[in-house]
């Protein structure tokens, strides 16, 4: 540990710097955080997870618990997890699959397949059971879920049941014949129930009524099935979710022929949604990292974006990804990092908590590639940005006046808050990839995102990005061929780190990606808007003294609210929570080096660091001299219609000198402007940027949707 120590503080070139062994450990840190302060839930291996919150926000998560051989339910409370009913093993035998359902009246229920269908019910601080399912033979996925009158549903081998007065009571007809895999159970608000399976190599979802007989058919929901999928067995996974419009999903995987060998096949990721009319494909067809997706989950927000989680069976070491769509693009794309675990992982069950706006992901993770890792449950948690309205006003002209930005950020729209710094500026009062202000030292939310000097937003500024010892060919911006997720650091003192051999006329000020060149980086700050851009060193010192920030305490009461989000280098996360390193544009005299902040608990100063390291970025907004605030409020732009099909009008009571159009990757597009209007038509369907600078001088941004 010393000797990686003592070769950071030698690589970054503090002048002035005293050790402190407290914060000398390297922290891996992620942008998944582990729930609860136990990072492995089980005390073996597990499997079989079923995860779910309550309508209080209560998280549940049960699983096959190797060590007792049994199925286990564990409640989170507060920051700790317990066995719910005080012990491990709820199940009399083995649990292979179970399901996991919570009623409105708090009472929990446990569905799970052991030599028989047993269903326990935990109440009154205990557990007991109920009546046990009739099944023969494989029992697929049992799945269970409860009504808003505290009723259980559950589907199990094809046929949905109710427990009413202390029996079972079938509800409609048999769904299907033959062996059903993956089978899942949801309730509508609508006082439907909808049931999900692979049947037969096809994947389908029917609909009845919640109070329907036993004899009352089953319907096809969009009159047809989705299509087929992989149906290997126990392992043709899917799973299903609807949203708080009744709007039904699922994801689920694919066969394909594999191009590169006739003798192995591939399995891809499918979503599929039903709107009430039909069903539509979301996003790009087969999909994912590998060629064996496998364990699929999917989660919707309570706006209706779909997330899913899937591992692959061999590749990638047999990690999970979580993945997005963008909207730009209309593909899916890896969501806070490109993996989640440190590991191989099975049996992913993806939720959204709408009480903390947060994705929740519980996993087994085991040691299938004999890494040394401790195999059994996991709950890690993402928060999600809270989007609140932003008309996009600048700051007053009193220190510490706030306003506020919306942009767009890794494919999703974000909304930041800015603020008037005592140094007369207006800068972001968050570092760029966070979601929140910071209210602690300690805030992870508020750490954000650790980018090399000279790259931009391509995925290598994530906090778990992968490592790579082999800098780009050539090694500068424009090795980068547009961007990638690669975070290039091979070590102390070596000619493979990131521009390692640049020199003191390099830039870190390109508008985007492609004006990125040899001697010069692309700002990472325009993807706010180009009158947005890093700060030079003389920027940022001139802040620090107007700010009066003498160390990390003072730094986070002013008025630009900084944090020590830590460092990346070639060993991970370097003291988050206890230093920090802020990149300037300015480069340094010092071969390969950009010059920054850094702020520990006793000191603050700027310094010299070499261009392969991780570190924060805030970005300051250009701002017209020569005009008083109240001038530059008297001017209106406003731009219709918004969205527009094409022709977008522009209404404002200043002339306008010049109009540019941006994509949301910050590229300038070709486009006609005249009377005082911008035809769009050619462009397709997305969010872009229309920048208008006035003539006296004033820029002026508005995001516009093209339909």
Same mark, same amino acid.
């Given at each position: 540990?010393?000797?990686?120590?003592?070769?950071?503080?030698?690589?970054?070139?503090?002048?002035?710097?005293?050790?402190?062994?407290?914060?000398?450990?390297?922290?891996?840190?992620?942008?998944?955080?582990?729930?609860?302060?136990?990072?492995?839930?089980?005390?073996?291996?597990?499997?079989?997870?079923?995860?779910?919150?309550?309508?209080?926000?209560?998280?549940?998560?049960? &699983?096959?618990?190797?060590?007792? !051989?049994?199925?286990? $339910?564990? #409640?989170?409370?507060? *920051?700790? =997890? /317990?066995? %719910?009913?005080?012990?491990?093993?709820?199940?009399?035998?083995?649990?292979?699959?179970?399901?996991?359902?919570?009623?409105?009246?708090?009472?929990? &229920?446990?569905?799970?397949?052991? !030599?028989?269908?047993? $269903?326990? #019910?935990?109440?009154? *601080?205990? =557990? /007991?059971? %109920?009546?046990?399912?009739?099944?023969?033979?494989?029992?697929?996925?049992?799945?269970?879920?409860?009504?808003?009158?505290?009723?259980?549903?559950? &589907?199990?081998?094809?046929?949905?049941?109710?427990?009413?007065?202390?029996?079972?009571?079938?509800?409609?007809?048999?769904?299907?014949?033959?062996?059903?895999?993956?089978?899942?159970?949801?309730?509508?608000?609508?006082?439907?129930?909808?049931?999900?399976?692979?049947?037969?190599?096809?994947?389908?979802?029917?609909?009845?009524?919640?109070?329907?007989?036993?004899?009352?058919?089953?319907?096809?929901?969009?009159?047809?099935?989705?299509?087929?999928?992989?149906?290997?067995?126990?392992?043709?996974?899917?799973?299903?979710?609807?949203?708080?419009?009744?709007?039904?999903?699922?994801?689920?995987?694919?066969?394909?022929?594999?191009?590169?060998?006739?003798?192995?096949?591939?399995?891809?990721?499918?979503?599929?949604?039903?709107?009430?009319?039909?069903?539509?494909?979301?996003?790009?067809?087969?999909?994912?990292?590998?060629?064996?997706?496998?364990?699929?989950?999917?989660?919707?927000?309570?706006?209706?974006?779909?997330?899913?989680?899937?591992?692959?069976?061999?590749?990638?070491?047999?990690?999970?990804?979580?993945?997005?769509?963008?909207?730009?693009?209309?593909?899916?794309?890896?969501?806070?990092?490109?993996?989640?675990?440190?590991?191989?992982?099975?049996?992913?069950?993806?939720?959204?908590?709408?009480?903390?706006?947060?994705?929740?992901?519980?996993?087994?993770?085991?040691?299938?590639?004999?890494?040394?890792?401790?195999?059994?449950?996991?709950?890690?948690?993402?928060?999600?940005?809270?989007?609140?309205?932003?008309?996009?006003?600048?700051?007053?002209?009193?220190?510490?006046?706030?306003?506020?930005?919306?942009?767009?950020?890794?494919?999703?729209?974000?909304?930041?808050?800015?603020?008037?710094?005592?140094?007369?500026?207006?800068?972001?009062?968050?570092?760029?990839?966070?979601?929140?202000?910071?209210?602690?030292?300690?805030?992870?939310?508020?750490?954000?995102?650790?980018?090399?000097?000279?790259?931009?937003?391509?995925?290598?500024?994530?906090?778990?990005?992968?490592?790579?010892?082999?800098?780009?060919?050539?090694?500068?911006?424009?090795?980068?061929?547009?961007?990638?997720?690669?975070?290039?650091?091979?070590?102390?003192?070596?000619?493979?780190?990131?521009?390692?051999?640049?020199?003191?006329?390099?830039?870190?000020?390109?508008?985007?990606?492609?004006?990125?060149?040899?001697?010069?980086?692309?700002?990472?700050?325009?993807?706010?808007?180009?009158?947005?851009?890093?700060?030079?060193?003389?920027?940022?010192?001139?802040?620090?003294?107007?700010?009066?920030?003498?160390?990390?305490?003072?730094?986070?009461?002013?008025?630009?609210?900084?944090?020590?989000?830590?460092?990346?280098?070639?060993?991970?996360?370097?003291?988050?929570?206890?230093?920090?390193?802020?990149?300037?544009?300015?480069?340094?005299?010092?071969?390969?080096?950009?010059?920054?902040?850094?702020?520990?608990?006793?000191?603050?100063?700027?310094?010299?660091?070499?261009?392969?390291?991780?570190?924060?970025?805030?970005?300051?907004?250009?701002?017209?001299?020569?005009?008083?605030?109240?001038?530059?409020?008297?001017?209106?732009?406003?731009?219709?219609?918004?969205?527009?099909?094409?022709?977008?009008?522009?209404?404002?009571?200043?002339?306008?000198?010049?109009?540019?159009?941006?994509?949301?990757?910050?590229?300038?597009?070709?486009?006609?402007?005249?009377?005082?209007?911008?035809?769009?038509?050619?462009?397709?369907?997305?969010?872009?940027?229309?920048?208008?600078?006035?003539?006296?001088?004033?820029?002026?941004?508005?995001?516009?949707?093209?339909?």
């Amino acid at each position: 540990m010393f000797k990686n120590l003592y070769t950071l503080v030698t690589k970054v070139s503090l002048s002035a710097f005293v050790l402190s062994i407290a914060g000398s450990n390297f922290i891996n840190a992620q942008q998944w955080q582990n729930v609860g302060n136990t990072s492995i839930l089980s005390a073996s291996g597990s499997g079989f997870n079923d995860f779910v919150i309550d309508n209080a926000g209560n998280y549940y998560v049960s &699983y096959y618990d190797l060590s007792v !051989d049994k199925g286990s $339910v564990q #409640k989170l409370n507060g *920051a700790s =997890w /317990s066995y %719910l009913g005080g012990s491990a093993g709820v199940t009399d035998d083995y649990a292979n699959h179970n399901s996991l359902s919570v009623a409105p009246d708090g009472s929990v &229920y446990h569905l799970s397949k052991g !030599d028989n269908m047993d $269903v326990n #019910k935990f109440s009154s *601080a205990a =557990w /007991s059971s %109920l009546a046990s399912i009739p099944t023969s033979g494989f029992a697929g996925y049992p799945s269970s879920a409860v009504s808003a009158d505290n009723i259980l549903y559950t &589907y199990v081998q094809g046929t949905v049941r109710r427990f009413v007065n202390g029996a079972w009571q079938q509800i409609g007809a048999n769904v299907v014949s033959g062996v059903v895999y993956h089978g899942k159970i949801k309730l509508g608000t609508n006082g439907k129930v909808y049931v999900c399976q692979i049947s037969n190599g096809v994947v389908s979802v029917y609909e009845n009524t919640l109070t329907a007989s036993s004899t009352a058919t089953w319907t096809l929901v969009g009159g047809a099935s989705l299509g087929s999928a992989f149906t290997e067995s126990v392992y043709a996974t899917l799973d299903f979710t609807i949203g708080t419009d009744n709007s039904l999903y699922v994801v689920y995987g694919k066969t394909l022929n594999n191009p590169n060998n006739p003798n192995s096949l591939l399995r891809k990721i499918n979503v599929k949604k039903f709107d009430g009319t039909s069903w539509t494909q979301l996003g790009d067809e087969n999909f994912g990292v590998g060629e064996s997706n496998l364990d699929f989950s999917i989660a919707v927000t309570s706006q209706g974006k779909p997330f899913v989680a899937a591992s692959s069976w061999y590749e990638n070491e047999g990690k999970n990804t979580v993945y997005e769509i963008n909207s730009t693009t209309n593909t899916w794309s890896p969501f806070g990092g490109n993996y989640v675990s440190d590991g191989a992982t099975h049996y992913n069950d993806l939720e959204f908590d709408a009480n903390t706006n947060s994705l929740v992901l519980a996993y087994s993770l085991d040691d299938y590639f004999s890494q040394g890792i401790t195999e059994g449950t996991v709950v890690k948690k993402f928060t999600l940005q809270v989007q609140p309205s932003c008309n996009n006003t600048d700051p007053g002209n009193n220190s510490g006046d706030l306003g506020c930005v919306t942009f767009n950020y890794r494919g999703q729209s974000v909304t930041y808050t800015t603020v008037r710094g005592t140094d007369g500026k207006i800068w972001l009062q968050q570092n760029l990839g966070s979601t929140k202000i910071a209210e602690s030292l300690t805030d992870s939310d508020a750490y954000g995102d650790l980018f090399q000097w000279g790259r931009w937003d391509d995925g290598h500024q994530l906090r778990n990005s992968t490592l790579s010892a082999t800098a780009p060919s050539s090694n500068n911006p424009a090795g980068l061929n547009g961007g990638n997720a690669t975070f290039y650091s091979a070590g102390y003192n070596s000619s493979s780190n990131f521009w390692s051999g640049g020199t003191d006329s390099d830039t870190w000020t390109a508008e985007n990606a492609s004006a990125a060149t040899a001697t010069k980086g692309a700002d990472p700050c325009k993807a706010i808007g180009l009158d947005w851009r890093l700060p030079t060193v003389g920027e940022i010192d001139a802040a620090m003294a107007a700010e009066n920030i003498s160390e990390y305490n003072s730094a986070l009461s002013s008025h630009l609210k900084l944090i020590p989000a830590g460092m990346k280098d070639y060993n991970g996360i370097y003291s988050p929570g206890t230093r920090l390193y802020l990149w300037s544009s300015s480069a340094s005299p010092y071969t390969g080096s950009g010059q920054h902040l850094y702020i520990s608990g006793f000191s603050t100063l700027s310094n010299s660091a070499s261009r392969d390291a991780g570190m924060s970025v805030r970005c300051i907004k250009e701002v017209a001299t020569g005009l008083g605030t109240t001038e530059i409020k008297k001017i209106s732009v406003g731009v219709y219609p918004n969205p527009t099909n094409g022709i977008l009008n522009i209404k404002t009571d200043s002339e306008i000198n010049t109009v540019s159009v941006t994509n949301v990757v910050g590229q300038r597009l070709n486009i006609k402007y005249s009377n005082h209007q911008i035809n769009m038509q050619d462009l397709p369907s997305g969010v872009y940027i229309v920048e208008m600078t006035l003539k006296n001088g004033q820029k002026i941004s508005k995001k516009v949707i093209k339909n």
